[in-house]
């Protein structure tokens, strides 16, 4: 449930009218529900039958530091995968106990970053990874806290640029032989110290099935690890429940909790768990200005630099007209003024729309902005949070000097 609702027929987020924060920020900008967000949280929060839980938003999903701040209070540790988004996170004073590194590519200077600032653990997807992390460990004389993100193997459906947990994916270690020697090179290296293993089997997962298929891996790849005389702090069933984007009926936060505590009712290990777009997804939408009407076309202000998630994936967005008053409707395909064929925001929706009418391009929290763009030279739009009946800027629009800010001529 979100709090993106008609009043009188207007859109509103919370008790701000989209229509009103259009023509006071303008547009494209991307609006985040607070209500919305702590709102997520909770429902993993409360989902949990015990304390021993830890819930890491995942940033990548929406890196926002009002939003991090928001998630933090809610009670929410955070899952990062770079240096960046560790400082967004100890920008808001993010409890490194509660951040997990995750990622294939960690450079040198953003593990030393991390170690330096004692993150829960870094978890690692290559042998070569935990080589450097202990070697730059060892430099700086402490004991890096890792887990191994394993693969568990498991098909969790959905498309397959987020597909993460089949052999040949690029992410985790497939071969178990390799997970257990790398655990007996941690259990004996004097600047390593395994806490927990982890798998993140894809994104937009609509059934529990895979879930609990990777959670029964985990266990017995658990009790292998114990066996070789390491104790675990905690096992990382990483994120990717599905959301409703369209018809879609995910399973909700609470059904996902009671299949995993279902498989670990006998550890004792705490259970991690790394939502994103079911914490922001819903909590956000982009509000785009229809600029012309052409054939069937809809041609709407923001672009694929703006949300790139339809020419990426080919994902459908529900988009909504703000006024909900608008008569004539028809098949419209929504596209933005960027030069690519590949630039549309949603083919083919049934829709009231004319000139100069506010959309709102629904379910866009999540990889929306944080995958925004500079392309065609179009400055990133705004991001505006609502809180009751207030509306806040927490990222300004970027100007035209903004865009070549950063830019030198050879001979200057
Ligand atoms: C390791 C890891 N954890 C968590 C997430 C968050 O996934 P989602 O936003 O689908 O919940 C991702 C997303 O790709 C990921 O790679």
Redesign the pocket.
Known sequence: MDYFQYKNNRLFCEDVSLDQIAETHGTPSYVYSKKTLERHAKAYLDSFSSENNLV?F?V??CSNIAILEILKKAGCGF?I?SGGELKRALSIGADPSKIIF??VGKSKGEIEYAIKNKILSF?IESGSELTRIEGIAKKLGIKASVSI?FNPEVDSGGHDY?T?GRKGDK?GISSLNEVMQLVGHIRDSENLMMVGL?C?I????LNLDSYKAAALKTIELADQVNNLGVKLEFLDM?????VPYNNEVPPNPRELVEVLESVMKERKEVIVL????????NAGVLLTSVEYLKDDFLIVDAGMNDLLRPSLYGADHDVWNTNNNIKKSKNWNIVGPVCESSDFIRKDIFLSANEGDVLAVRTAG??GFVMSSNYNSRPRGAEILVDGDKAHVIRSRETLEDLIALERLPND
């Open positions: 890491c995942s990548k999903s899952d995968v995750s990622g978890n993100r987020i993460t992410f982890a993140h894809g994104s937009q997962i990483g994120g990717g429940l599905g790394e939502p994103g777009r079911t914490i922001s997804a999540a990889y």
